[in-house]
């Protein structure tokens, strides 16, 4: 509005300077020629009775004396020019304005142009009549005169534009500060103030009924913004909300994990994956294109320190009438769901080989009974084998009854206040014959803790890391157990000086039927559940457990329970 405001006052400036300027043009040349014609008047009056003489005496000699600057011209009534101070040979003029004019009406004066000298004249004509008959005076001036007069006054225009030019440059700034100021200072917040200007009411009025809408509307947005916001943060899955034009509008805390540098603001060829770019890019060009309407769904790797697998949604926005305004992009980690998916089909394939392989020994052995087939003095070591066998499948069924449980029944077992040092003196005394067995001397440093959960599956649990760090020890060896009581967590520490476990195999030792020695494990009776189901048992009571082992010195298992207000 400034512009247009300054602008409009220049430019009306220097228009009424150029319309006062040719007024001034044409003002002066009619003035000018007037004042020609008065010239060339007078100059006929003065030189009237010298024309008649020579008329009367048939002699132009005295006229030729004049030297005079106008063209005189002297025609009879049949328009022959008998002289011409310019030219000679003449035609005939009769048919000339001012001559026939002059003629008839005594005087008179054009502005023509002449066939004779070739140049635009003003002429004044006179009659003069005498005993001879009547004869015609004319008196010209070429009319290039008034022209060198104007071009006289051309440098005078031209600083006069220069100066009203800036003249106006300044009364324009100045105006438009005058007028615009007042504007500016209106109090948008206070619109029931004094107006600069009557003529702003009915603007004022339609501003504050906008304002008032403007203002529903922005606080209707902001806290659907807080809302939006406050959703999203919370969100697991990765969010980003982009325009049409590729802006990052909304992004929340979850996705800016999978790039570099990325924020709102920030435009999408910012993002440092190549991969999720090159996606990106192709489906928002899709769906500008309208080749895409629905939403679409890809899978992804994204590499951010480790390999994490994820799920992208591409879901576009429309308006109301079917344009497309931008997209919504929801990043899902599926990382977990794939890995769990190929645990559980590697429980499945586990299963169903630990179960056949005991089962397939039962049989034969059965087999060969039935038919016969074994000696008598053998029966014994196939019942032995039969018997061993059923034994195992019974622990293997028991251990994935126990597994399923944990996993579908853990909001319904009951807790108690468990005292934790009794619950190990009880282990250590259940163990007493199998540590007995293998050689294995019990070390233990217990303080008195309490922890809130089941006694029956925590006994489980110890039991379970005792047994292991008995049978996979050497002859002479020894379990450590340490409880301490500390300010914010209870700490139980199960330590033995056995095989130990492989540094690249310790991340798996808690996966279902995982053994780290087969042979080994199956020479104890092992399952491969045993840990599983401790993990279980301790994730069900929000406890951490962590492994510090090494290869032929040993292993330590380090159970941390967090303190329950509740005890």
């Not at 344009?323 to 429980?347: H, P």
């Not at 007493?432 to 070390?443: G, P, Q, S, V, W």
């Not at 090494?550 to 159970?559: D, L, P, T």
Request: proline share 2%; aromatic share 10%.
């Amino acid at each position: 509005m400034k512009k247009r405001v300054f602008y409009f006052i220049i430019f009306s400036m220097l228009g009424l300077a150029l319309f006062v300027n040719l007024f001034l043009i044409f003002s002066i040349e009619s003035v000018l020629k007037n004042d020609l014609f008065d010239r060339l008047k007078n100059y006929a009056n003065k030189i009237k009775d010298e024309v008649a003489i020579s008329i009367k005496d048939n002699s132009f000699v005295n006229l030729k004396e004049l030297h005079s600057i106008y063209r005189i011209s002297i025609v009879n009534k049949y328009g022959i020019v008998i002289y011409d101070n310019f030219s000679s040979n003449l035609d005939n003029h009769s048919d000339r304005f001012e001559i026939k004019s002059a003629m008839q009406n005594g005087e008179s004066k054009s502005i023509r142009y002449s066939d004779t000298l070739l140049k635009r004249q003003l002429y004044y004509a006179v009659k003069i009549s005498t005993y001879n008959g009547d004869f015609i005076l004319r008196i010209a001036k070429e009319q290039k005169y008034l022209y060198d007069i104007f071009l006289s006054f051309i440098p005078y225009i031209i600083c006069e534009i220069i100066a009203v030019l800036i003249f106006s440059f300044f009364l324009a700034k100045y105006l438009t500060y005058i007028i615009l100021r007042p504007i500016y200072d209106i109090d948008l917040k206070n619109l029931d103030e004094n107006l600069p200007y009557p003529e702003l009411k009915i603007l004022i009025e339609t501003l504050k009924k906008q304002n008032k809408i403007i203002k529903s509307q922005f606080k209707n947005l902001k806290q659907k913004r807080q809302e939006l916001q406050s959703l999203t943060k919370g969100m697991k899955d990765g969010l980003i909300i982009i325009n049409r034009s590729g802006e990052i509008l909304s992004i929340n805390p979850s996705a800016q994990k999978y790039f570099v540098n990325l924020d709102k603001n920030t435009n999408i060829s910012e993002i440092s994956n190549d991969l999720f770019l090159k996606l990106l890019l192709n489906n928002l060009r899709d769906f500008k294109d309208g080749k895409i309407k629905d939403e679409i769904r890809e899978q992804i790797v994204f590499m951010q320190d480790m390999l994490v697998e994820c799920e992208i949604v591409f879901s576009p926005i429309f308006s109301s009438k079917g344009k497309f305004k931008g997209l919504i992009i929801v990043i899902c980690d599926i990382t977990e769901f794939k890995r769990n998916q190929n645990l559980s089909k590697e429980f499945s394939a586990n299963v169903t080989h630990e179960l056949k392989t005991p089962l397939t020994s039962i049989m034969g052995n059965v087999e060969m009974i039935k038919n016969n087939l074994v000696k008598s003095d053998d029966l014994p070591y196939f019942i032995d084998t039969i018997y061993d066998e059923s034994k195992r499948l019974l622990r293997l069924i028991e251990d994935i009854l126990k597994l399923s449980f944990l996993d579908e029944s853990s909001a319904k077992i009951p807790f108690a206040r468990v005292e934790l040092s009794n619950l190990i003196l009880e282990t250590q005394a259940n163990l007493k014959e199998l540590a007995k067995k293998y050689e294995i001397k019990f070390k233990l440093e217990l303080q008195e803790a309490y922890i809130f959960g089941s006694r029956e599956l925590l006994g489980h649990a110890i039991f379970n890391l005792c047994d292991n760090a008995i049978k996979y020890n050497n002859p002479g060896g020894w379990v450590k157990i340490k409880l301490r009581n500390l300010p914010r967590s209870i700490e139980l520490s199960i330590q033995d000086n056995g095989i130990g476990i492989e540094h690249s195999m310790q991340e798996r030792i808690f996966e279902r039927f995982f053994c780290v020695d087969k042979v080994c494990s199956k020479r104890v009776g092992g399952t491969g559940l045993g840990l599983s189901i401790v993990k279980s048992i301790l994730n069900i009571h929000h406890a951490n457990i962590n492994l510090k082992s090494q290869k032929g010195v040993g292993s330590e298992f380090i159970i941390t329970f967090a303190k329950d207000n509740k005890i």
